[in-house]
């Protein structure tokens, strides 16, 4: 059957954007007119679109203490796509799914219900509908009201308000300010307690980065034995079968073999193993003054808002998505298009992670500091020594730059850190992809996937995919966190 329907977009342009674009039916992404192929519904098989199904099951061998970790700490109660690509990182996993099932299940400021829909909202920021619909079903299970489920128009008000804090902890947090919160938890009946609000701001950054995951990794919907085909086609998440339309099939290797040879790719994994060494010799010769450093990171951030996503220029939100959205054309492309705002800088050493986000998430919904602070050292350290095919290797200071880079796009700055690094380790193309990933996962494809680090292993990828996701979720609870300490003071 063929999903790819002619048609306007809608708005103003509408007539000369159908000219050049056709609507997916199914996703209602917006695919290239000159590729008009007829596709058909079957999905790749396996947890991930971007990673052979083989390569997943035997990295992680679904061990033991993978299946023995779903049974305890699953909310499902079933093996999902994220869980089993995540097992390639058995000890990180154990991490993800105790501060998860944490947030969702045990005693906590929020009813359950409620913690199930803000996981829908935050989801919906980046029209993920493999979040979104797991959610639904948690929700309805957790004895949630159904009629919530039609839209944000028939939720408590209460649950309306934290519209504004979901949007900008999703797109623009540095916009977050005391007001915001004091919004929140003085607004009479409907107000929130500071418990409730950082339970509350916990679950949106951990979805919005949890949806960076989904998309990066290219999770698969999950298959339903009450379908006939075994795939619930309303789960789609940024993968759908239009991809096809634009070379972004699992199937399709020419998207890697036509343009690099082996060759190619074998002499870039030397550069950047070179690259790494020479660093780490020049920082034993000499260090960068702190005016040199500060300029550096000012040049990084500056440089990180110019790098352009393989993006449609068109976005469609479909029903089932946008309603559960409020301003759904509100984003991080606007500032780094538009160049309206001035991105601040976030000096790291004023409010950091360890020395005050920990305490007071830790003193406002006990213990789930230290679920999330264990979360963020586990995927920091994280490291076999390997590089694609060397062992022995010291990764830290690619660990680090891939960290770094992502709180550098969102305005944080480490005084100690030389941001010079980013650009001697972070190729063009993997800046592509960890912006579009990070800032808005929904337009990532495959190509994008393949089109960095060509040696190294898929689990080497997924491992950058966890950095991306803890860096992100921590960036945005560094800025909720400084604004509830500022309220409080």
């Not at 305890?72 to 799914?97: A, C, K, P």
């Not at 406002?364 to 020594?385: A, C, P, Q, W």
Request: net charge negative; with cysteine; glycine share 6%.
């Amino acid at each position: 059957m063929n999903r790819l329907s002619a048609g306007p977009i809608g708005g103003g342009s509408a007539a000369s954007a159908a000219g050049q674009y056709r609507v997916c039916g199914n996703c209602r992404k917006v695919p290239r007119q000159e590729k008009r192929v007829q596709v058909s519904p079957p999905l790749t098989r396996g947890p991930s679109a971007f990673i052979p199904e083989n390569e997943v099951m035997q990295a992680n061998g679904l061990d033991e203490r993978t299946n023995l970790l779903v049974e305890e700490y699953s909310t499902s109660g079933r093996l999902d796509n994220i869980t089993q690509v995540m097992s390639i990182h058995t000890q990180y996993l154990e991490s993800f799914l105790r501060s998860q099932f944490y947030m969702l299940r045990m005693d906590g400021p929020l009813p359950l219900p409620y913690r199930h829909y803000i996981a829908i909202m935050a989801a919906a920021r980046h029209q993920c509908s493999y979040l979104i619909n797991m959610h639904v079903d948690e929700f309805l299970k957790t004895g949630g009201i159904a009629e919530w489920l039609n839209g944000l128009e028939y939720i408590p008000q209460r649950l309306k308000n934290l519209n504004e804090i979901n949007k900008l902890l999703a797109h623009r947090p540095w916009l977050i300010t005391k007001e915001h919160i004091q919004k929140l938890v003085k607004t009479g009946e409907n107000n929130w307690s500071l418990p409730e609000l950082v339970h509350a701001v916990v679950l949106l950054a951990h979805y919005h980065a949890l949806a960076s995951f989904v998309f990066g990794s290219g999770i698969n919907p999950e298959r339903d034995p009450d379908t006939s085909n075994g795939v619930r086609l309303i789960a789609v998440n940024n993968f759908c079968v239009c991809d096809l339309a634009n070379d972004n099939n699992i199937e399709n290797a020419s998207l890697t073999s036509s343009n690099f040879g082996i060759a190619d790719s074998l002499s870039e994994l030397e550069a950047l193993m070179e690259r790494m060494k020479r660093l780490q010799e020049d920082k034993e010769d000499e260090e960068a003054s702190q005016e040199e450093m500060a300029t550096r990171f000012e040049k990084e951030k500056k440089e990180s808002l110019l790098v352009i996503s393989g993006a449609f220029d068109d976005e469609i939100v479909s029903t089932d998505v946008s309603r559960y959205i409020e301003d759904p054309g509100f984003g991080y492309k606007d500032f780094a298009r538009r160049g309206e705002e001035h991105l601040p800088t976030f000096r790291a050493q004023d409010y950091t992670w360890e020395n005050h986000g920990f305490s007071l998430v830790n003193r406002l919904y006990s213990d789930i500091g230290h679920l999330l602070d264990e979360k963020f050292r586990m995927v920091y350290n994280l490291t076999y020594n390997t590089m694609a095919t060397h062992e022995d290797v010291d990764t830290t200071t690619l660990r680090r730059a891939l960290f770094n880079y992502v709180h550098c796009m969102y305005g944080i700055r480490y005084d100690d850190y030389d941001y010079g690094e980013v650009n001697q380790l972070l190729e063009r193309s993997l800046k592509v992809y960890i912006k579009t990933v990070t800032c808005y996962p929904e337009r990532t494809t495959k190509r994008m996937y393949d089109s960095y680090w060509r040696q190294f292993k898929h689990s080497e990828k997924v491992h950058v995919n966890l950095l991306l996701m803890e860096a992100r979720m921590q960036a945005e609870l560094l800025y909720a966190l400084r604004a509830i300490t500022r309220h409080l003071t």
